[in-house]
């Protein structure tokens, strides 16, 4: 059965450094979300991408976090420079384009821990 | 912002009872979802229902959906030890497609 693909699936980091968060959507799927979840909470929509394209981006902090889906297929997070409170689940999805129906199908997250 | 609360946020019920969870959202929806989150791992879709629906089954899993109170509720019948996890109500209002805006879950705790 198709997956979604993350990795790392633990990442342990210093504030002020750089990381970077890679997905693999099931493939033909042409929406794909990154979340941020924070322990306790419900997953928190950071960027949605439409194949190659940004369509929503509103939550993101622009100011440290950028996201590309260069070839509309893989994506990669990143943030520089993280701080302590950048620790959570980010979590992956992704999408087919089904009117009425935006179910989403996750990837098993990558766990951010920033010391 | 969260569209959806999940009520109560905690459940702990015996293998065999029911568990219902609810889900009340502030705006007009599309269509609401319910996903499933066991520790550590990713959310797993369980069943959608649409702003026409009334109510859907899935197995031992049934929704509810009264738009006229803004709420949803999930039923689990029969339950079991391997239902344990958290539960989540996500909520498309059609401002931008496919875009689902998650509660904060209902957190289940079925005992052997």
């Known amino acids: 059965e198709a997956e979604v693909a993350q990795s790392p699936r633990y990442k342990i980091t210093e504030k002020s450094q750089a990381v970077a968060f890679w997905c693999d959507p099931i493939?033909?799927?042409?929406?794909l979300y990154w979340y941020r979840q924070i322990l306790g909470q419900g997953p928190e929509l950071l960027v949605q991408?439409?194949?190659?394209?940004?369509?929503?981006d509103s939550q993101l902090p622009k100011d440290r976090f950028s996201a590309e889906r260069l070839k509309g297929v893989d994506s990669t997070l990143k943030i520089q420079p993280a701080e302590l409170g950048d620790s959570a689940m980010y979590l992956c999805?992704?999408?087919?384009?089904?009117?009425?129906?935006?179910?989403?199908?996750f990837g098993p997250g990558t766990r951010l821990t920033v010391l | 912002s969260q569209q959806g609360e999940e009520d109560p946020q905690a459940l702990s019920i015996q293998e065999g009872e029911n568990a219902t969870m609810n889900c009340s959202y502030k705006t007009s929806i599309n269509n609401l979802q319910w996903y499933r989150q066991n520790s550590g791992r990713g959310l797993v879709h369980l069943i959608l229902?649409?702003?026409?629906?009334r109510e859907k089954h899935s197995g031992r899993l049934r929704v509810t959906l009264d738009t006229s109170k803004k709420s949803s509720s999930l039923l689990i019948t029969a339950s079991r030890a391997a239902d344990t996890a958290s539960y989540f109500c996500?909520?498309?209002?059609?401002?931008?497609?496919?875009?689902?805006?998650f509660g904060d879950g209902t957190t289940l705790t079925v005992k052997p």
């Open positions: 493939s033909g799927h042409a929406t």
């Open positions: 999805a992704s999408s087919l384009d089904l009117p009425h129906s935006n179910e989403q199908f």
């Open positions: 996500a909520t498309d209002a059609g401002t931008n497609a496919g875009k689902s805006t």
């Open positions: 991408f439409q194949d190659e394209s940004v369509v929503d």
């Open positions: 229902i649409r702003s026409n629906e």
